[in-house]
C-alpha cells in the first residue's frame, strides 16, 4: 500500500488529483482479479502448489503459535529461518518450490523431517487431523482481505483529503472452520505516554483493552498518543501489539526504540525488504535489519 505522501507526488508528476490514483473496490463491475493480471508474473496458475502454499502457511503458524517458546527470534536462531522469509511462508507467498534450498533446510529442520516428501506428507496429515483449520482462517479469506483493503484505501482518501477519519466500523468477527479451536477473548495491559520524536513511552497506564483471540500471551496495548501514522491512526486510538507475531506489508508494526516504542506502518520495497515508515515524524526504518525481539506486530485497533 502506498503512503499519502507517495501519492501525492506521483499525482504532481501526472498532473492530476492525488484521489484519482485510487480505486473503488466496490464500484459495479470492478473484479479486483481482473485489475490485478496485469501486475502478474504471467506463470500458469498451478492450484495443486497454490493449495500446498497455504496449507504450508497455515502449519507453520500453528507450529510457531501451539509452542510459547517457539519465538521468532528462536525460529531464526535455531532453524536460520529470517523473519521475512517467515512472515512470506506463514503468508502463502511462493509456492514451495520457489524457495532456496537455505528456506527449504530450515523447513524441513523445524517440522523435524528428513526432506520434500515428508513435510508434505506432514502438512497433509495436519490437515486431515483438522489441526490447521483455525490457521487457515487467516490466510485463505478473500472476505477478509477485500475488508482490509477498503479500509486502507478509505484511510488513504481521508488522509490525501484532509479529513477526519470516519469512525471504525463494529468488528466482524472472521468466520473459523467447524471443529477448530477458537481461544478467548481477554484484556491485556495498556501502555503509553507521549514522548518527543513520536515516541510512545513504555509507562503503564493502569488500563487494559480487550485484544482478539489471536493474541499470544505476551501482547499488550499501547496508547497510541500522537497521529505518527497519519489521520488513519488518530492520537486517540489503542493499539494490540503482539511480540509473537511476526509483522507483514500492508499491517503496522511497533518497534522497540531505547525504553520506548515506536509505530511503523509496514510496506515491502522493490529488493523484497521490508521496510517501516511514520509520517510524523518522518521516517523509514529497514525492519529486516532490526532485532526480532524488538517487534511487535499490531493485530487490532480500538478507536475511543
Not at 473459523?176 to 503509553?192: I, K, S, T
Request: aromatic share 4%; proline share 8%.
Amino acid at each position: 500500500m502506498a503512503r499519502p505522501d507517495e501519492l501525492r507526488r506521483i499525482a504532481a508528476a501526472l498532473g492530476i488529483a492525488p484521489t484519482d490514483l485510487l480505486i473503488d473496490i466496490d464500484a459495479p463491475g470492478f473484479d479486483i482479479a481482473a485489475w490485478a493480471e496485469p501486475f502478474g508474473d504471467g506463470a500458469e496458475l498451478d492450484l495443486v502448489e497454490e493449495r500446498f502454499a497455504v496449507l504450508l502457511g497455515a502449519a507453520v503458524r500453528a507450529r510457531r503459535t501451539l509452542d510459547r517458546e517457539l519465538t521468532i527470534a528462536v525460529i531464526e536462531r535455531d532453524f536460520g529461518l529470517p523473519p521475512v522469509n517467515l512472515s512470506r511462508i506463514e503468508n502463502a507467498q511462493k509456492h514451495f518450490g520457489r524457495w532456496n534450498a537455505a528456506v527449504q533446510q530450515s523447513l524441513y529442520a523445524l517440522f523435524g523431517v528428513a526432506g520434500e516428501a515428508a513435510l508434505r506428507e506432514g502438512v497433509e496429515q495436519r490437515h486431515a487431523a483438522g489441526q490447521l483449520d483455525s490457521f487457515l482462517a487467516g490466510i485463505a479469506n478473500p472476505e477478509a482481505r477485500h475488508a482490509r483493503t477498503r479500509e486502507k484505501i478509505a484511510e488513504l482518501r481521508a488522509a490525501l483529503e484532509g479529513q477526519a477519519p470516519a469512525p471504525a466500523p463494529a468488528a466482524t468477527a472472521m468466520p473459523l472452520p467447524a471443529g477448530g479451536p477458537v481461544a478467548a477473548l481477554h484484556l491485556v495491559p495498556v501502555y503509553g505516554a507521549p514522548r518527543p520524536n513520536g515516541l510512545i513511552g513504555n509507562q503503564p497506564t493502569g488500563e487494559t483493552v480487550e485484544a482478539p483471540h489471536i493474541a499470544g500471551p505476551r501482547a499488550f496495548g499501547l496508547k497510541v498518543g500522537r497521529a505518527t501514522l497519519g489521520g488513519g491512526l488518530p492520537a486517540q486510538a489503542t493499539v494490540v501489539a503482539d511480540p509473537d507475531r511476526l509483522p507483514v506489508p500492508g499491517g503496522l508494526v511497533a518497534l522497540r526504540d531505547g525504553e520506548d516504542w515506536r509505530l511503523l506502518s509496514v510496506a515491502s520495497g522493490r529488493d523484497g525488504r521490508m521496510i517501516g515508515y511514520s509520517v510524523n515524524p518522518d521516517l523509514e526504518v529497514s525492519l529486516d535489519d532490526c532485532d526480532p525481539a524488538s517487534l511487535a506486530a499490531i493485530i487490532s485497533a480500538v478507536f475511543l
